[in-house]
């Protein structure tokens, strides 16, 4: 038995070891994130700023700071990149960043101040897109773009591409003036993925595009099938009860993210729902009953384009 202990200390203390190891995060209190761009002095041309430092090792993070005038805060945010690019207005600021882990926040750099200058000059700029949302999942027939304006421009390019069909081009319309387009039903007729596009233009030349994807949807998910708990099962009071169901397939073009809405009712018409879940995005839910009785659940889908299943067949429960 001696011998036995003699040989799992060992092994004992360097698993320790390296438990410890594997969670005691490298101390970068006093390492300092070097800035990129840009620089102390930069006079930026353009209406986005595009910054960008060295990483420092062993953060996982960073946090920039951007302020201005009277030292107002223009961002403050914590990215996992080493650059991040943001629209801004003229005028003239200061940055910083420091990076940071689990356990640490580096110091901050040395503070760089740069000016933004407005251009008549739009190849260095960029079209700010407001809405929808990228990569929005709809089941609508019509949507507006929007876009903010950018005051060197004259007019507008918009074009809306179908990437599903092969990138085909659905409609290119050049001098808007204003800063929105209204897909209607001619555009979006068909459920895709498209991509929606705006560049700026005037005398002197035009900006790139800007993109945004969007996904038309308008399948409906299949009906779930219950499988836990069983129909006519019993279940003890106080005790959790667990529930599960067939996840539906998607036969649609356009594949939205499926959530789930589980209900318990005392009654077979649900005319009486005592639990409604949260959207839940696996298929299985917990809840523990402590009144005794028959109970009644069933489960529907609803997919991130806001096309709502039809409601699974009910199973009864007793709780005893």
Same mark, same amino acid.
């Given at each position: 038995?001696?011998?036995?202990?003699?040989?799992?200390?060992?092994?004992?203390?360097?698993?320790? /070891?390296?438990?410890?190891?594997?969670?005691?995060?490298?101390? /970068?209190?006093?390492?300092?994130?070097?800035?990129?761009?840009?620089?102390?002095?930069?006079?930026? #041309?353009?209406?986005?700023?595009?910054?960008?430092?060295?990483?420092? %090792?062993?953060?996982?993070?960073?946090?920039?700071?951007?302020?201005?005038?009277?030292?107002?805060?223009?961002?403050?945010?914590?990215?996992?990149?080493?650059?991040?690019?943001?629209?801004?207005?003229?005028?003239? !600021?200061?940055?910083?960043?420091?990076?940071?882990?689990?356990?640490?926040?580096? $110091?901050?750099?040395?503070?760089?101040?740069?000016?933004?200058?407005?251009?008549?000059?739009?190849?260095?700029?960029?079209? /700010?897109?407001?809405?929808?949302? &990228?990569?929005? !999942? &709809?089941?609508?027939?019509?949507?507006?773009?929007?876009?903010?304006?950018?005051?060197?421009?004259?007019? !507008?390019?918009? %074009?809306?591409?179908?990437?599903? %069909?092969?990138?085909?081009?659905?409609?290119?319309?050049?001098?808007?003036?204003?800063?929105?387009?209204?897909?209607?039903?001619?555009?979006?007729?068909?459920?895709?993925?498209?991509?929606?596009?705006?560049?700026?233009?005037?005398?002197?030349?035009?900006?790139?595009?800007?993109?945004?994807?969007?996904?038309?949807?308008?399948?409906?998910?299949?009906?779930?099938?219950?499988?836990?708990?069983?129909? @006519?099962?019993?279940?003890?009071? +106080?005790?959790?009860?667990?529930?599960?169901?067939?996840?539906?397939?998607?036969? +649609?073009?356009?594949?939205?993210? /499926?959530?789930?809405?589980? #209900?318990?009712? @005392?009654?077979?018409?649900?005319?009486?729902?005592?639990? &409604?879940?949260?959207?839940?995005?696996?298929?299985?839910?917990?809840?523990?009953?402590?009144?005794?009785?028959?109970?009644?659940?069933?489960?529907?889908?609803?997919?991130?384009? +806001?096309?709502?299943?039809?409601?699974?067949?009910?199973?009864?429960? $007793?709780?005893?």
């Amino acid at each position: 038995m001696k011998a036995i202990n003699r040989l799992l200390i060992p092994v004992l203390a360097g698993f320790l /070891i390296c438990s410890c190891d594997d969670i005691i995060e490298h101390d /970068i209190t006093n390492d300092t994130v070097q800035l990129v761009s840009p620089l102390d002095g930069a006079q930026v #041309e353009s209406n986005v700023v595009a910054f960008k430092w060295n990483t420092l %090792e062993y953060a996982d993070k960073y946090r920039i700071q951007v302020y201005g005038a009277n030292q107002a805060i223009s961002l403050d945010s914590v990215v996992t990149n080493n650059h991040i690019t943001i629209p801004m207005s003229p005028g003239t !600021y200061n940055w910083r960043v420091r990076g940071e882990n689990s356990a640490y926040v580096s $110091t901050y750099a040395f503070p760089a101040t740069f000016t933004l200058i407005e251009s008549s000059d739009l190849e260095s700029q960029q079209v /700010i897109l407001s809405s929808p949302s &990228t990569s929005l !999942y &709809t089941n609508n027939n019509t949507l507006t773009c929007t876009w903010e304006a950018l005051p060197a421009a004259e007019t !507008y390019t918009f %074009e809306l591409v179908n990437v599903t %069909e092969g990138n085909i081009v659905v409609h290119h319309e050049e001098d808007i003036t204003g800063t929105s387009f209204l897909l209607d039903s001619s555009y979006l007729a068909d459920d895709a993925q498209y991509q929606w596009k705006v560049k700026a233009v005037n005398s002197l030349g035009a900006t790139q595009y800007s993109a945004r994807s969007l996904y038309k949807d308008t399948v409906l998910p299949n009906t779930s099938v219950n499988t836990l708990p069983a129909n @006519n099962a019993i279940q003890v009071a +106080g005790q959790q009860v667990s529930f599960a169901w067939s996840e539906p397939s998607d036969t +649609g073009t356009i594949q939205s993210p /499926i959530s789930y809405v589980l #209900e318990v009712s @005392n009654d077979t018409a649900f005319s009486s729902i005592i639990l &409604t879940s949260a959207p839940l995005i696996t298929n299985s839910y917990q809840s523990t009953f402590t009144a005794t009785g028959e109970y009644y659940w069933r489960v529907r889908a609803k997919d991130q384009a +806001g096309n709502q299943g039809s409601n699974s067949a009910a199973f009864k429960f $007793t709780v005893n």
